[in-house]
């Protein structure tokens, strides 16, 4: 695995490759760890819009990792960063029919 380095080098930037591939397609665990990415900048540029959506359709469903990472990340947040980040949550859903 590219993050945790098992059998490879550690490749952040992989890694969020893989993760938003799955992380598209819906899977709550991949979008859990997309927003983390995104939270700390760990392969991407830190962007907590970016990490706040992906954490949010992750809780939503469900996934108990992403709800916690969401409540450290909110405090950070300016309401502007959180609209933005339900914004675009709200247009992955509108595009991708995830509920």
Known sequence: MSEIGLGVKRDWAAAVELFRKAAEQGDAKAQSNLGQMYARGR???????????????????????????????????????????????REFRDRTGQR
């Open 43 to 89: 392969g991407v540029e830190r962007n907590l819009a970016f990490a706040y959506k992906w954490l949010r359709l992750s809780v939503e469903q469900n996934e108990i990792t992403a709800q916690k990472a969401l409540h450290e990340v909110e405090p950070e947040m300016s309401p502007e960063q959180i609209a933005e980040g339900e914004r675009l949550a």
